[in-house]
């Protein structure tokens, strides 16, 4: 059955700010929201300076935050079953919080376990030349799924940087806000991410993905009228805990480093789609050509995609995203049986086109649909889900919401 939609964060922003009030005995100063997102196309290239395409789900991460003038950090989550984590600001290190990425659902990410998103953006904040913080109370609670690679770390994130932001006075703009919440994930949780869903996650923009040049941060705002257009877009969420902490996100990055060094450019965005075939020629790694291949490829595919919309066709999206799974299972190798079965099952019951989004290895698939048969995809997927004797999967609209705000 599909999952009804989330509250919106301006329904629970009074509830979220009576819970700090219970908690910490005072009102907060204010209350933000910062959304998941699912990304249509450009997977694994934002580390590779590419082109990547997300759009923010409704499904956000809500926090209420007060200034603190000694130094404590103290941070609490509805979601988690434990207490306030207290920190010092002023002690704050990179290996106080970070634990090589251990991820995949609420719980500990290192010493200072789920803790460490929010003490790691005041870290990366105060590197960043904001010694003006001088604490703060935060108190969350957060309708993205964890785990689920709709980016509820980001959400985390980019709520506590923009609740610092505007707080404090910093004056940062949206990317830079993200590159802090990418630094804080990157440097003080450990996960090596690029930095896609912390920019989705701040410059979303409500019925519109957003095309990005993670070289520049440049982004446009493509409008994204699936409605309109009698579609629909369903994520699939396999309830398969993906674990980008294992290694396996790293090795890929590394594999990608590698094939840039051998072809001598900086990063693979340099590498021109129309000379892949050469390239591909002077790789002898096969690992490293396959990696090669799927990043210049998926970079091809975002451009491809960004001229179907502009051209008013949206349907034909749909087999550019199969085909962009195709090459994440069998060049990337980061799909796994339940993700490939989502692809296969959607299909085959009439999807437009069907891809696994996020990091992989679990996590969550999209599906573009004709907005009448998603009933039809939906029970054919759940079908295949059962058969196989997997969890049955959590489905639900992907509806382009707006990126991260103050709600309260
Ligand atoms: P994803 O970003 O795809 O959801 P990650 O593994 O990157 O998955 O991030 C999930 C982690 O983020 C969780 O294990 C937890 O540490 C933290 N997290 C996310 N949402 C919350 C929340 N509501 N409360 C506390 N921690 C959270
Ligand atoms: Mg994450």
Redesign the pocket.
Known sequence: MPVEAPATPEESARAVAEGFARLYGAEPEGVWAAP?RVNLIGEYTDFNDGFVMPLALPHT?VAAVSRRTDGRLRVH????GEGVVTLEVAELRPESGGAG?V???????GAV??A??PAGVVWALREAGHEIITGADVH???T?????????????ETVVALALNDLYGLGRSRPELARIGQRA?NAFVG?P?GVM?QMASACAAEGHLLHLDTRDLSLRQVPFDLAQRGLALLVVDTRVK????DGAYAERRAGCEAGARALGVNTLREVEYARLPEALDRLDDPTVRAYVRHVVSDNERVARTIALLDAGDARAVGPVLTEGHASLRDDLRVSCPELDLVVATAVEAGALGARMT??GFG?SAIVLAEAGDTAAVTKAVEDAFAAAGHTAPRVFPAVPSAGARRVG
């Open positions: 998941g991460a989550s509805a979601d988690t990425g991820v995949g659902a609420v719980g500990p990410v376990g789920w460490a998103y969350l609670a957060s993205v799924p964890t785990g689920a690679g709709l980016s509820s770390s980001a959400a985390l994930e996960v991410c869903d993906h674990a980008l902490g996020g990091g996590g």
